[in-house]
């Protein structure tokens, strides 16, 4: 090989160690069903498609560039096909829909980590972005209050982060994980936030608080009946739980019984369980009063 191939060869893979990856990943086996009617899509058994994958990504890893995995959802793709006019039964239009996830899904950086780790997480990472949409777009299309004239999303958003910032604050220190549930329109809501208490502050990651406050601020915009569970854990203690209504824009303390029910009761049979050993149920503790939290009568 002469030494001008072989600097071209170099260089090529050089560039290729800076192109990014993005591979679409069939999670379950309903979606892999799902794709098996397109003639162009290769694989009968969805074992053996996740074994080829991980190959495939094991693969991308050893070349040094940066690969990420996002969901793969058939019907999305479909509605993607009718939509640009492109034919779903041929490969180029499956990459056209995987990059067009790349700028606009969920997606998990892929860093060696087996699919047994990665799935989970890519899951979770798509229930959370599809919540943080709902919640967006609840908060976008809410309009202005007929009686103040303000925009209803904005101003239920800045209450929701005021309400969070205040419960932080009075939960204190320790290691907190909050809970909230608002009811949408097929579904529930649900947003989790890890804080860590400190005296005089509170710090969490700001991505999770902002997906947290949007649900929050769903609520409140909608006039949902949601709810707000806390969970205080420091070291040689006894965790701690709280919970509080969402009602009339503001979050209610629900009283120790009604903390005790909601943790020890199966939600889908009703049927009473086992309190976790080592945690205290206790009521809700009251917010401090903000002057601008004037909600009631004016969205």
């Not at 990856?21 to 892999?32: M, R």
């Not at 999303?153 to 910032?165: H, Y």
Request: net charge negative.
């Amino acid at each position: 090989m002469t030494r001008t191939g072989t600097t071209q060869a170099h260089l090529r893979r050089a560039l290729r160690r800076e192109v990014p990856s993005t591979v679409g990943l069939l999670a379950d086996e309903h979606d892999f069903t799902a794709m098996r009617q397109y003639r162009t899509f290769a694989f009968d058994d969805h074992t053996t498609y996740l074994r080829q994958v991980e190959a495939l990504l094991r693969t991308l890893a050893t070349q040094g560039g940066h690969t990420t995995v996002t969901l793969f959802d058939p019907e999305e793709y479909a509605a993607y096909c009718a939509e640009t006019a492109i034919d779903p039964d041929h490969p180029t239009s499956r990459s056209r829909f995987t990059a067009h996830l790349a700028a606009t899904g969920a997606q998990v950086t892929y860093t060696g980590q087996p699919l047994s780790t990665l799935l989970p997480e890519l899951v979770d990472t798509a229930v959370r972005h599809a919540t943080w949409e709902y919640a967006t777009t609840v908060l976008a299309t809410t309009g202005d209050c007929a009686t103040c004239g303000k925009d209803i999303g904005r101003a239920a958003f800045e209450r929701a982060a005021r309400l969070l910032a205040r419960l932080l604050d009075a939960a204190g220190p320790g290691t907190h994980h909050l809970v909230c549930s608002v009811p949408a329109a097929d579904d529930q809501l649900l947003a989790v936030l890890h804080a860590h208490g400190t005296p005089g502050a509170a710090t969490a990651d700001d991505a999770a608080t902002a997906e947290f406050t949007a649900v929050l601020a769903a609520g409140i915009a909608l006039g949902a009946p949601g709810g707000l569970v806390l969970r205080t854990s420091n070291p040689g203690e006894r965790d701690r739980l709280h919970g509080w209504r969402l009602t009339g824009g503001t979050l209610t303390p629900l009283t120790e019984a009604e903390v005790f029910a909601a943790y020890c009761t199966d939600a889908g049979t009703g049927e009473p369980l086992s309190p976790e050993p080592g945690v205290d149920h206790r009521a809700g503790f009251p917010l401090t009063p903000d002057p601008d939290d004037d909600w009631t009568g004016h969205h």
